[in-house]
């Protein structure tokens, strides 16, 4: 794809840069000074819940995510008693791929944000204007997060859609974009820098992970963003929302996954309706996991430490918790998984054969090193460590009634 349609005529040059005043100069500075303090402690920091071939251009059909919808606290309540968690998936399981989309490079023109989190990322736009988020570095969270949205997807979860992008060339990108937006928006130097930034330059990220969001719109409050999992009980059967079957089946997957990382912000409620009249309620209200990278671990692609996490808190009773991951488990409390739950998660994760549970990981690129700190663990230690943990959950006498 040629790019020259994605840079403007307006371009500053390098003797435009020198021109500017001393002011802006010091606050460049400040800038790279601190991008390498702020990479250094996102590498050991862990996140709070408090907190194809060639050129591709990489279009999509017009999503609804960008279509954010603010409702009161009485409208949110009554949508999430109405939500389902779980379709069914469009290919059936035991023909699911794996794979994912691969693009060899992306060429995009990099966009001023705000981001939160601690993982490295950046925006950018695409020749057709596509506003796209890249999610870069050697760390972790790009293969957690690619395995465990396939997953979910296949399993006919909802979920975002990860690709993986061997070389992203970005126009205008800073060395450190997620470093130097960070220290911007901290030292309130956007229009500053915004005025400085050179689309001649282009940086290149390899291995990094192209994110789409779910095709939905995002409700939220003034408040509150996404839905806590304590917030599960407020689904009801009887008033459209999703059976308790589903619902277990989803904390089921939570925990299988380890995805204590599960503050309110990281799952999202969204309406899949076409048309969502302002002042009207949402006829297809539905509930998803958003950001599933802090997953296989608890500290991320960890296969030891996946191995070794529990399934259940109390097998006979059939109690779930994630009290041993960190913060706790965040906003999943403990709960009784129902025997219907229990065998429908069983049901959904006994389909999937063993060349696609290897497609999965090798797919995600777990065989890969990430960096110094963490060394990767062959494919097929993976493959086994999975088929143990659902075999904790479907072996063994049928959960109690609560």
Same mark, same amino acid.
């Given at each position: 794809?040629?790019?020259?349609?994605?840079?403007?005529?307006?371009?500053?040059?390098? =003797?435009?840069?020198?021109?500017?005043?001393?002011?802006?100069?010091?606050?460049?500075?400040?800038?790279?000074?601190?991008?390498?303090?702020?990479?250094?402690?996102?590498?050991?920091?862990?996140a709070?819940?408090?907190?194809?071939?060639?050129?591709?251009?990489?279009?999509?059909?017009?999503s609804l995510?960008?279509?954010?919808?603010?409702?009161?606290?009485?409208?949110?309540? $009554?949508?999430?008693?109405r939500?389902?968690?779980?379709?069914?998936?469009?290919?059936?399981?035991?023909?699911?791929?794996?794979?994912? $989309? =691969?693009? $060899?490079?992306?060429?995009?023109?990099?966009?001023?944000?705000?981001?939160? =989190?601690?993982?490295?990322?950046?925006?950018?736009?695409?020749?057709?204007?596509?506003?796209?988020?890249?999610?870069?570095?050697?760390?972790?969270?790009?293969?957690?997060?690619?395995?465990?949205?396939?997953?979910?997807?296949?399993l006919?979860?909802?979920?975002?859609?990860?690709?993986?992008?061997?070389?992203?060339h970005?126009?205008?990108?800073?060395?450190?974009?997620?470093?130097?937006?960070?220290?911007?928006?901290?030292?309130?130097?956007?229009?500053?820098?915004?005025?400085?930034?050179?689309?001649?330059?282009?940086?290149?990220?390899?291995?990094?992970?192209?994110?789409?969001?779910?095709?939905?719109?995002?409700?939220?409050?003034?408040?509150?963003?996404?839905?806590?999992?304590? $917030?599960?009980?407020?689904?009801?059967?009887?008033?459209?929302?999703?059976?308790?079957?589903?619902?277990?089946?989803?904390?089921?997957?939570?925990v299988?996954?380890?995805?204590?990382?599960?503050?309110?912000?990281n799952?999202?409620?969204?309406?899949?309706?076409?048309?969502?009249?302002?002042?009207?309620?949402?006829?297809?209200?539905?509930?998803?996991?958003q950001?599933?990278?802090?997953?296989?671990?608890?500290?991320?692609?960890?296969?030891?430490?996946?191995?070794?996490?529990?399934?259940?808190?109390?097998?006979?009773?059939?109690?779930?918790?994630?009290?041993?991951?960190?913060?706790?488990?965040?906003?999943?409390?403990?709960?009784?998984?129902?025997?219907?739950?229990?065998?429908?998660?069983?049901?959904?994760?006994?389909?999937?054969?063993?060349?696609?549970?290897?497609?999965?990981?090798?797919?995600?690129?777990?065989?890969?090193?990430?960096?110094?700190?963490?060394?990767?663990?062959?494919?097929?230690?993976?493959?086994?460590?999975?088929?143990?943990?659902?075999?904790?959950?479907?072996?063994?006498?049928?959960?109690?009634?609560?």
């Amino acid at each position: 794809m040629a790019f020259h349609a994605l840079r403007p005529s307006l371009c500053n040059s390098a =003797g435009v840069l020198r021109s500017r005043p001393r002011v802006l100069t010091a606050v460049v500075v400040i800038i790279v000074l601190t991008a390498g303090v702020w990479v250094a402690w996102d590498r050991l920091h862990v996140a709070t819940p408090q907190e194809a071939k060639g050129e591709t251009k990489a279009h999509k059909p017009k999503s609804l995510d960008n279509d954010d919808r603010k409702v009161t606290d009485e409208q949110r309540a $009554e949508m999430l008693g109405r939500a389902p968690v779980w379709r069914t998936p469009a290919v059936p399981i035991a023909q699911a791929s794996f794979v994912g $989309e =691969g693009l $060899e490079t992306l060429s995009c023109k990099f966009k001023l944000s705000d981001l939160g =989190g601690t993982t490295p990322k950046f925006d950018c736009t695409l020749e057709d204007g596509q506003k796209i988020r890249i999610k870069y570095g050697k760390g972790p969270e790009i293969p957690a997060e690619a395995a465990a949205t396939r997953l979910l997807k296949a399993l006919g979860f909802g979920a975002d859609d990860i690709t993986l992008v061997e070389k992203v060339h970005c126009y205008g990108c800073p060395e450190e974009p997620f470093s130097t937006m960070k220290v911007v928006e901290v030292t309130g130097a956007g229009p500053l820098y915004k005025n400085v930034i050179d689309y001649n330059d282009v940086e290149e990220f390899t291995w990094a992970a192209l994110e789409r969001k779910f095709s939905g719109r995002p409700v939220e409050t003034d408040q509150v963003e996404g839905w806590s999992f304590f $917030e599960l009980d407020l689904v009801d059967a009887a008033k459209g929302g999703a059976p308790r079957a589903h619902v277990d089946a989803l904390r089921l997957m939570a925990v299988f996954l380890s995805h204590w990382d599960n503050k309110s912000e990281n799952q999202r409620l969204v309406c899949l309706s076409a048309d969502w009249p302002k002042d009207t309620r949402c006829s297809d209200p539905f509930l998803l996991l958003q950001d599933v990278g802090a997953t296989f671990g608890p500290l991320k692609v960890d296969l030891d430490a996946w191995g070794h996490a529990p399934i259940w808190e109390d097998r006979p009773s059939c109690t779930v918790s994630m009290i041993d991951l960190p913060y706790d488990g965040a906003t999943f409390g403990k709960a009784h998984v129902t025997e219907a739950g229990r065998q429908f998660i069983g049901r959904l994760l006994t389909q999937l054969s063993d060349p696609q549970i290897t497609e999965l990981f090798a797919g995600a690129r777990f065989n890969h090193e990430r960096g110094i700190f963490s060394a990767a663990r062959p494919v097929s230690d993976w493959v086994r460590t999975f088929k143990s943990k659902v075999s904790t959950i479907t072996e063994g006498p049928a959960c109690p009634e609560a």
